[in-house]
T-cell receptor
Framework: NAGVTQTPKFRVLKTGQSMTLLCAQD?????MYWYRQDPGMGLRLIHY???????AKGEVPDGYNVSRLKKQNFLLGLESAAPSQTSVYFC????????????????FGPGTRLTVT | AQKVTQAQTEISVVEKEDVTLDCVYE???????LFWYKQPPSGELVFLIR??????QNEISGRYSWNFQKSTSSFNFTITASQVVDSAVYFC???????????FGKGITLSVRP
């Protein structure tokens, strides 16, 4: 199993350019997440998905869009990149949590380092 | 709203010292889950432990141990006889919602010197 993979690993954009980050998982997980990590801020949730065809906003969704057309893939789009979006982006996935019972740990991808100049 | 506070930002110890990383959480939910993740210099996030709110037993895994105290809303992590390979950023996280969303603390950078 490859686990959670992210493409690309590094990217430099100019302000106003657009790009899409791809996350893929081969663990048949229902839930997928996009986080950003900034120095001294921990990880903050951008968007998440609880299943194919569904997405929802997290803590810091502005300036990003997402799509989950296939269960194994979760795409993060930046339509018009801004320097404030310079960050390390992590994708994660987990099993479906049965209501009232246990939850599962999230498995993280290796991250994408994005610089917007 | 959920909140995780890791008041220590950076800790530096000499190899073989014991070190405790503090985590304080806030939630109004009675059912919740707490996690610790490790982020070594290579950058990936490694799951260490999950604990639910109904289980206050302390856990030990090798040199790692965790102390969960609901009375003080804390979930502290102790590394015994630290090693250079323990140098990393450690995150505490809280999960309370139906969609398993995690709220992370800001992380603690641990440096273990030889």
């Amino acid at each position: 199993n490859a686990g959670v993979t992210q493409t690309p690993k590094f990217r430099v954009l100019k302000t106003g350019q657009s790009m899409t980050l791809l996350c893929a998982q081969d663990m048949n997980h229902e839930y997928m997440y996009w986080y950003r990590q900034d120095p001294g801020m921990g990880l903050r949730l951008i968007h998440y998905s609880v299943g194919e065809g569904t997405t929802a906003k997290g803590e810091v969704p502005d300036g990003y869009n997402v799509s989950r057309l296939k269960k194994q893939n979760f795409l993060l789009g930046l339509e018009s990149a801004a320097p404030s979006q310079t960050s390390v982006y992590f994708c994660a996935s987990s099993y479906w949590r049965t209501a009232g019972t246990r939850t599962y740990e999230q498995y993280f991808g290796p991250g994408t380092r994005l610089t917007v100049t | 709203a959920q909140k995780v506070t890791q008041a220590q930002t950076e800790i530096s110890v000499v190899e073989k010292e014991d070190v405790t990383l503090d985590c304080v959480y806030e939630t109004r939910d009675t059912t919740y889950y707490l996690f610790w993740y490790k982020q070594p210099p290579s950058g990936e996030l490694v799951f260490l432990i999950r604990r639910n709110s109904f289980d206050e037993q302390n856990e030990i895994s090798g040199r790692y141990s965790w102390n969960f105290q609901k009375s003080t809303s804390s979930f502290n992590f102790t590394i015994t006889a630290s090693q250079v390979v323990d140098s990393a950023v450690y995150f505490c996280a809280l999960d309370t919602g139906a969609n398993s969303k995690l709220t992370f603390g800001k992380g603690i950078t641990l440096s273990v010197r030889p």
